[in-house]
């Protein structure tokens, strides 16, 4: 039996630089009075990462090295990481985040205190390491929560209510083998706290634990996987909380009278919904104002089309999700070499949102030109903001179906 109290699994591919910095802190930042182990799963990867890990088992931490012989995708590489682990707990560390070392003392404390709890859960820190400051806080928790074994009725209720996600958690790992099994079309950390509370008691504990970098000093610009996730995987999450609810159902913790379904069915609903706002706000960041407005739709549907998030883009959706459209059918067909914006009162400003929207820089944007060239107009698109232009444009030469209106582009915006 294994004396180590602690696994923590990192999980990485070619990131050698990311992996260096999150072990350097362990020299510099993380003190542990317990024996543990950094295990790290490396998913084939082909540059210096294998020389990073085993440069500081050298140096004398508790590094376990393991390589994957090929590929086989993120869930793969964190379960490689947890399997390999000989602690009595096991905690996940992507390779670019930090730890909050005390909260991580006293979750293992509260794991030695309570034999019962399969999982603590807990918070986590944004932050931003090239100001060195926590910049905000992924739901709070008010004070520790123990939920009993298959109390799904509870914990869903306290997941809905704070807008949990049990993305961070300190796990016991007799319980590993069972809970973190594949699942695709629901998500993750819904369906596997489902499983651990299957299996045994959770937790919910206020203190985080974990730090999530979101600008990094290796790569200010980098974009982080969680947001790539909340931008696409709404359904996703919906698909996860009726996983929970029908493993809850089926171990007869949860009513299955049509009304408590429809009552779980709302809730999921809204959950998903809200979760679709913030995608809204990140699109749109994005400049993707055509994502942006199909997410507005499947909103509004929903009942919430007063959203915040909503209400602050509608007065200007249309307009830019009809400039991103221009930009869209002039990039799209083969051989365009030319968009003339006819009759466009400030050309420069328009010329600039439509290269921010993806309009490719070998695409000239030209004013109408005074004397027009049938063979040129072949590879020419012609925007005409009123429509007024457009039969005029026909009888030059230009293709009909080159030809963009106001009315061609917002017409299905419809806010």
């Not at 045994?200 to 000093?217: D, H, I, K």
């Not at 996730?229 to 949860?254: C, H, N, P, S």
């Not at 820089?361 to 030209?366: A, L, M, N, R």
Request: net charge neutral; proline share 4%; charged share 25%.
């Amino acid at each position: 039996m294994s004396d180590i109290k602690l696994s923590i699994c990192i999980p990485t591919f070619n990131r050698a630089a990311y992996l260096q910095n999150a072990l350097s802190r362990f020299e510099t930042h993380y003190r542990f009075d317990f024996p543990y182990e950094i295990v790290i799963s490396d998913n084939a990867s082909t540059d210096n990462t294998q020389d990073v890990a085993e440069a500081f088992a050298r140096k004398g931490l508790p590094v376990r090295y393991h390589r994957r012989a090929t590929n086989g995708g993120s869930l793969a590489n964190t379960v490689s990481a947890f399997h390999h682990a000989v602690g009595r707990y096991a905690f996940y560390h992507a390779d670019d985040d930090f730890l909050v070392p005390d909260g991580i003392v006293e979750a293992v404390q509260y794991l030695d205190a309570n034999p019962d709890v399969t999982v603590c859960h807990a918070p986590w820190h944004l932050y931003d390491e090239v100001a060195d400051k926590d910049v905000a806080q992924f739901y709070t928790v008010d004070f520790d929560r123990k939920f009993a074994r298959r109390n799904f009725a509870e914990v869903f209720q306290f997941i809905f209510e704070r807008h949990i996600f049990p993305e961070v958690g300190l796990y016991r790992t007799s319980v590993l083998r069972s809970a973190w099994v594949p699942r695709d079309f629901c998500f993750w950390a819904f369906s596997y706290l489902a499983h651990f509370l299957d299996e045994g008691a959770v937790a919910f504990l206020r203190r985080p634990l974990y730090r999530s970098v979101t600008v990094s000093s290796i790569d200010p610009n980098r974009q982080q996987a969680g947001n790539e996730q909340v931008m696409t995987d709404w359904d996703k999450y919906r698909g996860g909380l009726e996983y929970f609810l029908y493993l809850g159902i089926k171990r007869g913790a949860i009513a299955n009278s049509r009304d408590a379904r429809a009552a779980f069915e709302q809730k999921c609903k809204i959950f998903t919904l809200n979760r679709m706002a913030v995608a809204v706000r990140f699109w749109a960041a994005r400049k993707d104002y055509i994502k942006a407005y199909e997410l507005y739709t499947r909103m509004a549907i929903g009942g919430m089309v007063d959203h915040p998030e909503l209400t602050k883009l509608r007065d200007t959706l249309p307009l830019m999700a009809g400039i991103q459209t221009l930009a869209w059918h002039a990039a799209s067909p083969a051989g365009i070499k030319r968009l003339i914006l006819a009759g466009v009162s400030d050309r420069s400003a328009l010329e600039d949102m439509l290269r921010q929207f993806g309009l490719p820089p070998d695409i000239e944007i030209i004013d109408e030109p005074r004397a027009h060239d049938r063979e040129r107009a072949e590879s020419t698109v012609v925007f005409v903001p009123d429509g007024r232009g457009y039969d005029r444009f026909v009888s030059l030469g230009y293709k009909p179906n080159l030809i963009f209106t106001d009315r061609d582009l917002v017409q299905h915006v419809v806010v």
